[in-house]
């Protein structure tokens, strides 16, 4: 008997409507041609759903969300009508908070993991000039960044007198038990990955010369380390890391860091990929994973039908590879490979991507990506 899988869609704001509407295109025909079963659970929300109800999303959106096999995530965040900012909740947090932070903590997706390899075909925006600078072969690393306290906590608070904000603090939390899994995490992911002609490692990036929590971030990593002879270990503080990122990315292959340094370090590194078009984010823990483009809802090209939809629909494919592992069935496993093998066709083939990969005047629609992937996907299973 077929399983039937469950796919909770968060389509958020912006270009998250619009690249999530594309990567369910590309999932259903996924579906068809390797005969899986898929059913999608679209919840809206975000920042623009609370501007118009008062709260992030609908009633009981959070079980919806832990019943489903996976979650797809587009984007959070939307400018405030009178240009303050971004639209926060009264309480002070972002608007649409549940579906992104709140999932993370609810659900327990502690680990935050975000391949980064350059795919043949990609070129580079350095200085508004579309180039290649990095060789493919020479970008290809995953970061495992702890995904749920730091700076993230929620600890912290703002000092008021006479209505003026005079002292604001975010108290940062670095916990063993938390260290520890994300720890255990990253080896693995180390273990699993092919190993290279510089053989494996695990790379930690702290700033352990001035801050406390880093001192135990990076004594677990040593102690936990231990149980994995065969990976190499290395240190290095997170403002050096930044330099040899971009002058040498092929240093590194499996990079931990704690929550805010490895959110920083991961948008730095999106750029030896192609940038946030390219990139994916996968939140994960023990039961429940939850998969996006890392790109936000960028509202000076919302509606336009010009976002890159292959964040998502890569992201797409890494939600299907996770949920094989999770439920044993190697079809998804085949469906995800094959969504990942139909896009970097489209790269190679260069004649229909976005605004961000090619120059404008070539460049194609949010939707003519996804038909294009979709048409590679085809004749993949047909040839």
């Not at 608007?95 to 795919?119: D, F, M, Q, S, T």
């Not at 003026?164 to 995490?185: F, N």
């Amino acid at each position: 008997m077929t399983k039937r899988y469950k796919i909770a869609l968060l389509p958020g704001d912006g270009i998250g409507i619009e690249v999530i509407a594309q990567a369910r295109r590309v999932l259903e025909a996924a579906a068809e041609l390797d005969r899986i079963e898929l059913e999608f659970d679209e919840i809206p929300g975000g920042a623009q759903y609370y501007l118009e109800h008062g709260v992030d999303w609908p009633e009981g959106s959070r079980e919806r969300c832990a019943a489903a096999d996976a979650i797809m995530l587009g984007a959070i965040g939307w400018p405030a009508p009178d240009g303050s900012g971004t639209i926060l909740r009264s309480d002070g947090k972002m608007a649409g908070w549940e579906a992104i932070v709140g999932n993370r903590a609810k659900l327990e997706l502690y680990a935050n993991i975000r391949p980064v390899k350059l795919l043949p075909g990609v070129q580079h925006m350095i200085s508004g000039t579309h180039r290649q600078i990095w060789e493919p072969e020479n970008v290809d690393m995953v970061f495992v960044r702890e995904n749920s306290e730091d700076l993230y906590a929620g600890i912290g608070g703002t000092r008021t007198i006479a209505g003026t904000p005079q002292v604001a603090l975010d108290t940062r939390v670095i916990t063993r038990q938390a260290t520890e899994r994300i720890m255990r995490t990253a080896f693995e992911e180390a273990m699993a990955r092919p190993a290279r002609t510089r053989g494996r490692r695990v790379t930690c990036v702290v700033k352990d010369n001035v801050l406390q929590g880093c001192r135990l971030f990076t004594g677990v990593f040593h102690e936990i380390g231990q149980d994995y002879p065969d990976v190499e270990r290395d240190i290095v503080l997170v403002d050096a890391f930044t330099q040899w990122l971009v002058r040498y990315p092929e240093l590194y292959d499996v990079v931990v860091a704690p929550n805010m340094f490895g959110d920083i370090i991961t948008e730095l590194a999106s750029v030896l990929q192609g940038g946030v078009g390219m990139a994916v984010g996968c939140n994960v823990g023990d039961h429940h994973g939850m998969f996006e483009p890392i790109h936000g809802s960028a509202p000076r090209i919302a509606g336009q039908d010009k976002a890159n939809p292959l964040a998502a629909i890569l992201a797409a494919a890494h939600a299907l590879k996770w949920m094989s592992g999770r439920h044993a069935d190697p079809t998804l496993t085949v469906a995800g490979e094959r969504i990942d093998t139909a896009v970097q066709s489209v790269l190679r083939e260069g004649r229909t991507l976005t605004y961000d990969l090619v120059p404008a005047a070539q460049s194609s629609s949010t939707s003519a990506v996804a038909t294009a992937v979709i048409i590679a996907m085809k004749a993949d299973h047909a040839g």
